[in-house]
């Protein structure tokens, strides 16, 4: 979906709008599925949101107008769009157009006239191409030039074969045959015309009398599909070579054709005819700069390939209408841009200072457009067709139904697969089989074709060892843990806990050191009773954990359950309750009020006399973590799935000795017409001792400051080159070996920076992935790389392993061959939810409700299996999730980074909002370390705020150097024996 104002995409919005910070937006945006539009008879609603979708941020008094709604019954694209624009809002009339220029440059070698421009000198001459004019083909046509001060020479390559050479007399009409030809006004204003034809034959005229004979020599060579000329013409009967190189001469390089209906006229220039409207000038040097290839622009696909001189300074960008500009940021001398370009007209620009300058507008259309789906698990491929762009007739032709085929091409463009379809929409789903010989690695092509269009799009397979190997899947324990062991009875041993079970499906006591986290054992009621639990079983039994299963009965009703004891001691507990009527369920526990004293949801939430409910919004109610300022019990349901009513199933009460935490699965009747399914996490905290030397821990990024631990590798975010730069942002794999190589292994300890089970469009792997792993709703990150757009899609840790398979792969890779790489920095790794039914998160509950899932755990298995990767490799985690701490999933680290979310806090009282803006009690819960058993390094903000709050900026300098701020900002933090990331304070 794009967003249009003014008829132009405009930019993303900014994160700062005056002194606060905002969400961020974007106005383009990319769904996992297509839209599923009503029926003519049917409606729809713009804005207004669904009862479960509603949140306690929208204010329904809000109003917003519409006026002029139109609805079309396609997608319009960009020229489209502006199109409608301009009928009320007329263009501004253009600037004329910039012309062509190009230096030719001196050559010091013999030119051999033969017509075949073969010398290695050729591939330093000026280039050009030649674009249709008039044409209804795309064939390939250049022409290069070059001079040694005494002659011009001229070659021109044409594409297609020369199918009519019918003159051979000199000056005779040869604009009749398939020619090229060279059109010279120059500085003295004298207007020189050349053409050679098939032959070899030229005409040859002086301000447009073809009397004037020079002591031009031409040859031609017909090849098989191809052929080609070399032109050689006196300087000195073209002026002379101190006035060709004192100015700019004029010129246009041009091509006829012949394919036996019409003639093809092809030409450089940017002018409407073939004459001499762009400039030359001839070269004193060998200085020399070309363009080698330009891509397929209609198609979208840019390929801008150039090559000059080692001092060529090269700009280039591409002007679309519609869009913001996009350039290429570097010196683009020597060098490929390859990128996809957006639908509409636009402007192709290089310019290499001094040397060259090129501008080219064209229009990108995609009649049909296609887009892939890789099923690796299904060994199929999902390709989607889209003709909404294909116009009138075409969608006519559609809605009688259209045929066509879609193929699977190898790297050689073998047919692998292929399958025929028929359509009567305009969109249009057809799955693809994989073959029967093993993909490899390697980029292929989905080609499709229907009705009179045809579109290929890449689909790159990648190594397949990291999905082969799985590494990190295995039962060893990493440290600090140990093995789990049983006690006598049914007493298990985790670290610094022992669990107790009985008949009932969660542990009747959970002992930390000398306390008993529980006054009193988890109750089960099912309509008011508890159920009669029958004794439990050992599943398995290995040494990261062990698993039960049991069942339970009331009456007619049955639960049914597994549970899975793990090494740091989450206990994992899935149950299902059979179909029946229930009027309610519940289940409770109790802690002695010690252990109670704070209400985590997993951010601190403040009693309200003696009760609280953790949250009131979906992203907050499945938590609820009751905690002293070290020990504690810990509660996790994955979805809202099967409760009711959904809103606050859990709160918590407490009176002067115990605190009581309920979860409030069913509080009104329902009934139930297939069985209900739940999984829940209960476990006793901390579940980790922190590391030994937490306070001897500097941590930074690029810092001004000296550190112990340093994260890199954010190249990915800048759009030049970096020297620590992975493959693409959140890959493990880097650029530049050498550097890697070279770095330190004794004073800092480095991080590669990444966000975890995320990967980027520019990585190899991404195709393979496919859509139906997405996290719906789709979360996104954006930038461009050299030019060329990227995408990082976060994929569901619960729906495939295939992410952690790669991450977990390359980490061990890059930490085996490079000793100054010791670990990761995670960024953005916040739990979060997940709708897509493709891989089993969220849908409709056997109550008819929707529900979505909670990722926790699929982000626990994904942090496990790479903190036994970097451990087995001597190295360390930072993960950063702005002060939101899930023990469950992310004790698998060695430092937690929380902090950003004081940056408001900052914003508003730049100098003691540390001691002023957070209360005891968040110090004591949200930022205390010895609850998570993990090292906290706060991020301090004070120097970010002032950087990017406009009304602030002026007093950045001083923050970053005045030792008040610091003074002010390490203060509660010694107070609290809380770790600081120093990066923002003096």
């Not at 409608?84 to 501004?92: D, G």
């Not at 098939?198 to 005229?205: A, L, V």
């Not at 390859?338 to 290499?352: D, M, N, T, Y």
């Not at 089970?757 to 997405?774: E, K, L, R, T, V």
Request: proline fraction near 7%.
């Amino acid at each position: 979906m794009n967003l249009y104002i003014d008829a132009r995409i405009p930019e993303k919005t900014p994160v700062i709008i005056g002194d606060r910070s905002v969400p961020p937006t974007s106005p383009q945006k990319t769904y996992p599925t297509p839209m599923q539009f009503p029926e003519a008879s049917g409606n729809f609603s713009i804005g207004l949101q669904a009862d479960w979708q509603k949140r306690d941020t929208v204010n329904n008094e809000h109003k917003t107008a519409y006026d002029s709604v139109v609805i079309h019954n396609r997608l319009l694209n960009a020229a489209e769009i502006l199109a409608e624009y301009e009928k009320v809002i007329p263009p501004v009339k253009k600037e004329p157009a910039r012309p062509h220029f190009s230096v030719i440059p001196a050559v010091a070698e013999h030119v051999s006239v033969d017509g075949n421009p073969a010398e290695e000198c050729w591939q330093k001459s000026g280039k050009f191409f030649l674009l249709p004019l008039k044409s209804s083909r795309d064939i390939a046509i250049s022409a290069q030039a070059m001079h040694d001060r005494e002659n011009l020479y001229l070659s021109f390559v044409s594409g297609d074969s020369c199918q009519l050479r019918k003159y051979d007399q000199r000056d005779a009409k040869l604009w009749e045959d398939s020619c090229f030809e060279f059109h010279l006004q120059t500085p003295d204003n004298n207007y020189y015309q050349f053409i050679v034809n098939g032959n070899g034959t030229i005409y040859d005229s002086l301000n447009k009398d073809a009397a004037w004979n020079s002591s031009a020599r031409a040859a031609a060579t017909l090849h098989d599909g191809s052929w080609s000329v070399e032109l050689a013409v006196p300087l000195a009967e073209l002026g002379g070579y101190d006035a060709l190189s004192a100015a700019n001469s004029t010129a246009d390089f041009c091509a006829s054709t012949w394919d036996s209906l019409a003639y093809q006229l092809f030409h450089w220039g940017s002018s409407r005819g073939f004459a001499p409207h762009d400039e030359i000038r001839l070269g004193k040097d060998e200085q020399y700069f070309r363009i080698e290839s330009l891509g397929d622009l209609r198609l979208g696909n840019l390929s801008l390939e150039t090559s000059g001189s080692s001092k060529a300074k090269v700009e280039a960008s591409i002007l679309p209408e519609g869009y913001s500009p996009i350039v290429y940021p570097e010196n683009l001398n020597n060098r490929i841009w390859e990128r996809r370009l957006p639908a509409g007209r636009q402007r192709l620009q290089v310019e290499a200072q001094g040397l060259y300058f090129y501008s080219h507008e064209y229009t990108v259309n995609f009649p049909l457009e296609i887009r892939h789906n890789c099923r690796p698990d299904n060994n199929e491929i999902e390709v989607s067709l889209d003709l909404s762009n294909a116009g009138g007739e075409a969608l006519q032709q559609v809605a009688a139904t259209a045929s066509g085929r879609v193929q699977l091409l190898s790297p050689e463009e073998r047919v692998l697969s292929e399958r025929e379809f028929s359509i009567s929409t305009p969109l249009a789903k057809v799955i693809l089989p994989f073959p029967a010989e093993p993909l490899t690695e390697g980029v292929y092509s989905i080609h499709a074709e229907v009705l009179e269009f045809s579109r290929s799009i890449s689909l790159q397979i990648p190594d397949l060892a990291p999905y082969q190997e799985h590494l990190g899947v295995d039962h060893t324990i990493p440290p600090p843990w140990e093995p789990i062991q049983k006690l006598t009875g049914n007493q298990y041993q985790v670290w610094g806990r022992v669990y107790e079970f009985a008949d009932a499906p969660l542990p009747v006591q959970i002992t930390a050191g000398d306390s008993q986290l529980l006054s009193r054992p988890p109750s089960w009621q099912l309509n008011g009773q508890e159920p009669q639990w029958m004794a439990p079983k050992i599943e398995e039994s290995h040494p990261d954990y062990v698993k039960f299963a049991g069942a339970g009965t009331i009456g007619d009703q049955r639960i049914d359950w597994t549970g899975e004891l793990w090494f740091d001691g989450a206990y994992v507990l899935r149950f299902t309750l059979s179909a029946g009527a229930v009027q309610n369920f519940n289940i409770s526990w109790q802690v002695p009020r010690e252990f109670a004293k704070f209400v985590l949801n997993p951010l601190y939430v403040p009693w309200e006399g003696d009760q609280v409910v953790p949250g009131d919004t979906a992203r907050k109610d499945n938590v609820i973590w009751l905690t002293g300022p070290e020990k504690g019990i810990f509660f996790w349901h994955q979805s809202d799935a099967n409760f009711f009513p959904q809103k606050n199933p859990l709160r918590a009460v407490r009176d002067e000795r115990t605190a009581t935490a309920s979860v409030n699965i069913i509080s009104q009747p329902a009934t139930f017409t297939a069985p209900a399914g739940y999984t829940m996490v209960f476990m006793g905290t901390p579940s980790r001792p922190a590391r030994e030397d937490s306070r001897m821990i500097n941590y930074g990024g690029y810092s001004r400051i000296a550190t112990t631990h340093q994260s890199i590798a954010w190249g990915g975010f800048h759009p030049k080159r970096h020297k620590d730069d992975m493959i693409s942002l959140n890959s493990f794999i880097p650029v530049d070996p050498e550097y890697f190589q070279g770095l330190d292994t004794k004073i800092v300890r480095r991080h590669i920076y990444a966000m975890p089970c995320m990967i980027s469009d520019a990585h190899p792997a991404y195709d393979y992935f496919g859509q139906d792993n997405w996290s719906t709703p789709r979360k996104t990150h954006q930038g461009v790389k050299l030019g060329v757009p990227w995408t990082v899609d976060a994929f569901c840790m619960n729906a495939s392993e295939r992410p952690a398979d790669l991450q977990c792969w390359e980490i061990d890779q890059t930490m085996r061959r490079y000793p100054g790489v010791n670990g990761i920095y995670f960024d953005v790794a916040s739990t979060g939810y997940c709708e897509n039914q493709h891989h089993g998160c969220g849908g409709i509950d056997a109550l008819g409700q929707h529900y979505r899932s909670s990722n926790a755990l699929g982000y626990r298995r994904f942090l496990l299996r790479i903190y036994k990767i970097v451990k087995k490799n001597q190295g360390s985690i930072m993960l950063h999730s702005h002060v939101q701490f899930m023990p469950m999933t992310q004790a698998f680290v060695d430092f937690f980074a929380p902090g950003e979310n004081t940056f408001q806090t900052m914003a508003t009282n730049l100098e003691h909002g540390y001691c002023e803006g957070i209360s005891l009690e968040e110090y004591q819960s949200d930022f205390n370390w010895r609850k998570a058993g993990v090292t906290y390094c706060m991020l301090l903000q004070t120097g970010r705020a002032a950087g990017m709050i406009p009304a602030l900026k002026q007093y950045e300098k001083e923050v970053l150097s005045d030792p008040k701020y610091a003074y002010s900002a390490l203060t509660p933090m010694l107070q609290h024996d809380l770790n600081v990331w120093g990066h923002y304070v003096s």
